[in-house]
């Protein structure tokens, strides 16, 4: 039985595998008309795996357009979310990063192109800082009242953020709004985080976000506006000089006896120390007050410009 099978299959055996060669074309030629490769673009969601912790992380797109090839039938059930794409950040640390987008894509599918092929990824410390608060009373209070003091409930504040964002807070304020009051009163104050040109510095978060503060009024009172004169120390580095200095606000609204008023031409600042200063600088310091004195805000900002000496 096994010498005839033998037989059978040996016969003419060049002619049928000849035959199953031109079989096999044939088929292939069949299915690759009927089924070919074609291409297809889906757009899909960026993925981020091991993202190193305690970084704020931005990337310059958050979507990956992939070029698949594969037979024209795999494509009926395919949908975007079967494509995957995603970045490892591990090993990252600080600063800008041009990551490579890797693929998965489900089975017979080809990937042509990927756009973009790298995402660039900034990674930025989050740290902590601590500022004291500052309190800008804004408004008057009713005729004949002025402000003696302000007392807020807390004296700093912690500020959390990205690094580049922390560094750029110069201040941390509230403003207290006095709103024609004519009685002591409390109020709750948002504190903003702002840089050295008055503006809010996003990103960063404030803690606690507000504070409660309580105003004393006085009456009987005179008022007075003066000049706020700086008090700049002497310990300027050498190689450098000072060029303007310019106070915000330049004057200032003071309140008391009208004997203790009129021996007073300006109010001075306390004493600003120079040391180490090579640059523009600006520097919020407090007002030094004489007895009997009252003011609605205690603190002024000093812009100081600072410049190398000219060689001779």
Partial sequence: MITRFRRLVQHNLPAKILALVIALILWGYVMNDQNPSIESTYT?????????????????????????????????????????AYVDLSNLDSGKHAVKVQTVL??????????????????????????????????????????????????????????????????????????????????????????SDGREVAGVTVYPSSAEVNVQLARGLTKKIVMIQPDLGKDLEKGYELG?????????????????????????TEKISLEGLTKDTDKTVQLVLPEGVTVTNHTVTVHIEIRPKKSS
């Fill in 44 to 84: 899909v969601q960026l993925d981020v795996i091991n993202a190193p912790e305690g970084y704020k992380i931005t990337k310059d797109t958050s979507s990956v357009r992939l070029k698949v090839r594969a037979p024209r039938s795999l494509f009926v059930s395919a949908s975007d979310s079967d494509f995957k």
């Fill in 106 to 195: 489900p089975q017979g599918f080809e990937l042509v192109e990927s756009r973009p092929e790298t995402v660039t990824f900034t990674l930025d410390r989050v740290i902590q800082k601590t500022l004291k608060a500052e309190f800008i009373v804004t408004g008057s209070t009713a005729a004949g009242t002025t402000v003696a003091r302000i007392s807020p409930a807390i004296d700093t504040v912690t500020i959390e953020g990205a690094e580049s964002d922390v560094r750029e807070v110069t201040r941390v304020i509230g403003y207290v709004g006095l709103s024609g009051n004519s009685e002591d009163f409390s109020l709750k104050v948002p504190l903003t985080a702002i840089n």
């Fill in 244 to 268: 303007t200095v310019r106070v915000d606000p330049a004057k200032i609204e003071i309140a008391g006896r009208d004997d203790t008023l009129a021996k007073i031409l300006g109010i001075a």
